[in-house]
């Protein structure tokens, strides 16, 4: 077999890193191998995202970037959801992609490629690309390999896939399709086969993660979230199980009975909540108010007293007022996040949201933007300092800048900076905190011993 080097850029959510991780998987038996730059690639793909306009545009500088690289025989090609969106705008706008598709179709990808290949071969040159962007009868997870090529001590598995809630901003449910959740026994099979190489930590993987309703291993019946992890728990070598990202509507006390009973599932929850006002949520069509909410992290807090929450907003929604504002900032000091994303809203194409009149102009979603980042990044640090001085189990995950230093994460999903060597990386030890900035913590080892 011929040795070909890979380049994979990835952009947008953590989906798209599986699903990036997947398809290195599927070409590895093609003989293609990773390598870090897209100069001296035999194949080049980039993974997109078209969740805001500035994830969509960077693919087209990107690819301009990419096209003094691309010789005879570099494969150039479009994944991931601005494939699915806009396939047949890239090859008009580049020409000299070979391939265009989208994130239900990549294990055709050696098709594709073999086409590709007949096609350079036969010297046809641009304009012939190959475009499949279906929403196929089978699932993809049925074609990807069994094993990951590449595993560290902590990987993703994706469980379910795809959105039918329809929210009036959202890409979501037409760049990645229905709502479809995995059986059972193929998600525990592919954590059993991680767990035995080593991954102590799992994060489970779906745009509406705890909508999860999956066939029971003896095929009769459903289970949801809170079932599956438990049933992953009981996978010998597995420390840590986490999921993202969930939906308000979709919470129930299986997956709330789970945080209190199964010391696998770690104290943490990305819980998107966008707006604080109900008059925004009707209008996101979010179908839950602030209250549900509300009333939902308390039940959550009731059950397990110190999870750290976690959430995704967006300023500047079509209407929005300085008083629905207001009550988003007023629903942040109320909840307390441990961590949190936020956005200008970014009209997009083909969603409900961008037909709306009384769109908010840039100055206001800036200045918005700008003051609950800010309230944000108050309570983040706040967070972080009340975590000094005590010792939690950090999962050594990354090798740090410096040689004897590692980098890991807590129970609560904040960055931790330590001084160890380099033959703990993949260990769960216990750490004293002994300071915090915003956005880490630094701490020393105090046992050897794992978790
Ligand atoms: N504009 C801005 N932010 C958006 N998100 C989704 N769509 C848009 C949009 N059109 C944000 C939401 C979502 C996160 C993944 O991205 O907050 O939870
Ligand atoms: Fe971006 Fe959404 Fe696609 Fe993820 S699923 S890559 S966030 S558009």
Not at 181 to 197: D, G, N, Q, T, Y
Not at 199 to 206: A, D, Q
Not at 439 to 451: H, Q, Y
Request: proline share 6%; with cysteine.
């Amino acid at each position: 077999m011929i040795e070909k080097n890979l380049y994979i850029k990835t952009y947008g959510c953590q989906m798209n890193v599986y699903d990036s991780e997947r398809m290195a998987d599927i070409l590895k038996p093609l003989g293609y191998t990773l390598i870090d730059t897209p100069a001296g690639a035999d194949m080049v793909i980039l993974n997109t995202c078209h969740i805001r306009e500035k994830a969509e545009e960077k693919v087209y500088s990107d690819l301009g970037r990419i096209r003094p690289h691309k010789d005879e025989k570099m494969i150039l090609a479009v994944a991931g959801c601005v494939g699915q969106a806009e396939g047949a705008e890239i090859m008009r706008r580049a020409p000299y992609v070979d391939i265009v598709l989208g994130p239900q179709t990549y294990h055709r990808l050696p098709e594709m490629i073999a086409r590709a290949q007949r096609s350079k071969d036969k010297k046809e040159g641009p304009g012939r690309g190959i475009l499949d962007v279906e929403f196929p009868i089978e699932s993809k997870f049925d074609h990807l390999p069994q094993e990951h090529t590449t595993v560290g001590p902590s990987a993703f598995v994706a469980i379910q896939e795809g959105c039918d809630k329809f929210c009036t901003f959202c890409v979501v449910p037409y760049t990645r399709g229905a709502e479809y959740s995995r059986p059972i026994s193929a998600i525990h099979e592919e954590a059993s086969r991680l767990v035995k190489r080593g991954v102590k930590e799992i994060t489970l993987l779906g745009q509406n993660v705890n909508a999860y309703h999956g066939l029971s291993p003896h095929g009769e019946g459903e289970w949801g979230l809170g079932q599956l992890m438990a049933h992953l728990a009981t996978l010998e070598g597995l420390f840590r199980i986490r999921y993202m990202t969930s939906h308000p509507r979709d919470m129930d006390e299986g997956l709330m009975m789970a945080h209190r009973d199964i010391p696998q599932v770690m104290p943490f929850m990305h819980l998107p909540v966008q707006s604080g006002s109900d008059r925004i949520l009707e209008v996101m069509n979010r179908k839950h108010t602030r209250k549900h909410y509300l009333d939902i992290i308390e039940k959550m807090r009731k059950h397990c007293p110190d999870i750290a929450l976690s959430s995704d907003f967006i300023v500047g929604f079509p209407g929005e007022s300085e008083q629905d504002f207001q009550d988003t900032l007023n629903l942040v000091r109320e909840v307390g996040y441990g961590q949190a994303y936020s956005f200008k809203y970014s009209p997009r194409i083909g969603t409900p949201g961008a037909l709306l009149e009384d769109q908010i102009p840039e100055e206001i979603k800036s200045e918005r933007l700008g003051r609950l980042q800010e309230l944000l990044f108050t309570q983040q640090k706040a967070f972080n300092e009340s975590c000094v001085g005590k010792s939690m189990p950090v999962l050594f995950d990354r090798r740090g800048k410096r040689e004897g230093q590692l980098l890991g994460k807590t129970p609560y999903a904040q960055s931790v900076y330590v001084e160890a060597p380099a033959r703990l990386y993949g260990e769960c030890l216990e750490v004293k905190i002994e300071k915090a900035s915003s956005n880490s913590l630094t701490g020393i080892v105090v046992t050897t011993e794992s978790e």
